[in-house]
């Protein structure tokens, strides 16, 4: 399997509001809810840096399509972490411990560059499979976002449908790069990048979304508990994407064997016919 030739990717320069987002609730009054997205949008602006760095590395060993699909990717990948930077700036940092939770994050992606272009490209594409297997629970109908702000769900709908058209854009570059690998190095090295980065992006998510609630006085361990119940029990955010994300472990695995083009046609089209525009910044 490969990137059907009918796929495109289009960047999008559009701008949301975000003030919405200054509601320590605004998931439909679901704290934990709104930790949790929070949580990952305070990830995105660096994390998406180092995807565009990661696939840029390697674009002198790229032509004809894959070249315009990556060049396609970080167009897109700047324009989310600038309506990330937006929508993070939302967040009261006299309020949340934001700067602790950057430094941290820091740290993580400090030690992730220094292993160099190769290793930074096998971080992102497990991290796109995170972000593909996501977005796809909002194309196929499991609206995590009800009840949320219309500017802020359209943030979050226009970014799963972007993250759907390049999600196998980074997979792409890593088979072309190694190309003249054995097999069996190729899969070792996606394999075990996916149980390290599984680890840090679960760690992550949990602590920094723990960190928002105990902000807002809850308990830490009360917290903990409740964002981890959020992610793997009701609604089950991730426990939801458990299959999708085994699939990665089967050899010949390719991003569009979970073929989302009728579903992201149906949002593609809901984006432009029936959701309010977002208003300019």
Known sequence: MTTPSDVTITPRNLHFRADGAADRAWLGGDRVGTAV????????????????????????????????DANAFIAQEAIHSREHVGLNGALDPAHYPLAEIQADLDRTLVEARKEGPLSMLAATITLEHFTAILSDLLLKGHDFLAGAPTEL?????????????????????????????????????????????????????????????????MGKWEARARVLWYLFGTPGLLRK????????FRPGFHPWDHDSRVQLDALRADYQLGLPAPAAA
């Open 37 to 68: 997205f929070n949580a990952l949008s305070l990830t995105f602006p660096d994390g998406e840096r180092m995807f565009m760095d990661a696939v840029r590395a390697h674009r002198g060993e790229l032509s004809g399509k894959l070249l315009a």
């Open 153 to 217: 769900r359209q943030l979050w709908r226009w970014h799963a449908m972007e993250e759907t058209e390049h999600k196998a854009v980074s997979f792409d570059v890593f088979q072309e790069v190694s190309k003249t690998w054995k097999p069996s190095q190729r899969y070792g090295l996606r394999a075990i990048s996916m149980l390290v980065v599984t680890r840090r992006f679960i760690r992550n998510i949990t602590l920094y979304a723990t960190r928002l609630l105990t902000a807002d006085g």
């Open 241 to 248: 994407c458990g299959l999708a994300y085994l699939d990665w």
